[in-house]
């Protein structure tokens, strides 16, 4: 342990990825420091990972499987905002008539607002109605980890297991971007203040032409309407007949 280029030597050919090799190096430092050692540290650069996006049924499975959360999982799906701002969200920040939730920013983050479909916000009414507030997005995360692991033992679904909670703001994010390709809009949707930092959810989840989807028509504005707050997106009208589809 005293000798450093040998510290420096065995960090190198470990088989690990950058990050951890950062923190043995950190830890080797503080131990160089207190018994007096030479040591230059080693610049390991933090190689960030792509994650994987769920697909949208192993999510809602897990949101179905929660009876008193299944509203705040539901929201997080549809509005991607964090889950401490979701915590901060009060009754009075939901217009239920006009389906419209207002969004405190944290951590930098603007403060938005979002059109909650009409499902969600019946459900986050009553659950309102019910328990009067949010709880911390401590509390949020570890109810969603043991809804998902309840999920994962019925199904006997790995990909399930491998669900986070942050997933569900990775794919509002990636959805998004998919459906309009407004890289800016996805921007202020997640309250990013840099678009850096946004454009990570543009490598996230590539949709490609062999896709299959759901495909809808509408004759009246109502049905349009509908088909639009239940994620079907616009394609084309033929012969007076409006076209949408939405992935599977």
């Not at 009246?220 to 616009?234: I, K, M, P």
């Amino acid at each position: 342990m005293s000798d450093a280029d040998s510290v420096k030597d065995y960090v190198a050919t470990l088989s690990v990825d950058n990050s951890f090799k950062s923190q043995l190096v950190k830890c080797y430092g503080y131990f160089a420091s207190v018994n007096g050692i030479n040591w230059v540290k080693p610049v390991y650069r933090h190689e960030r990972r792509i994650p994987k996006i769920p697909k949208r049924e192993k999510i809602l499975q897990v949101i179905s499987a929660s009876k008193k959360y299944a509203a705040l999982f539901k929201v997080l799906y549809e509005t991607g905002v964090m889950p401490f701002e979701l915590s901060k969200v009060e009754r009075s920040d939901l217009d239920a008539d006009s389906c419209v939730l207002s969004v405190r920013g944290y951590k930098g983050h603007a403060s938005r607002t979002f059109r909650l479909s009409r499902e969600t916000t019946a459900m986050l009414n009553t659950y309102f109605a019910k328990y009067l507030q949010i709880p911390d997005a401590y509390w949020i995360c570890r109810m969603w980890r043991e809804t998902r692991d309840k999920v994962h033992r019925k199904m006997q679904d790995e990909s399930i297991k491998k669900i986070q909670l942050y997933d569900l703001r990775r794919f509002y994010a990636t959805a998004l971007y998919a459906r309009t390709r407004d890289i800016l809009l996805v921007k202020q949707q997640l309250g990013n203040k840099k678009l850096e930092t946004t454009m990570l959810y543009t490598q996230l989840l590539t949709y490609t032409e062999d896709d299959q989807y759901t495909c809808k028509t509408a004759k009246t504005l109502e049905d349009a309407v509908e088909l639009l707050e239940a994620g079907f997106e616009y394609v084309t009208e033929m012969d007076g007949v409006k076209l949408f589809r939405k992935r599977k």
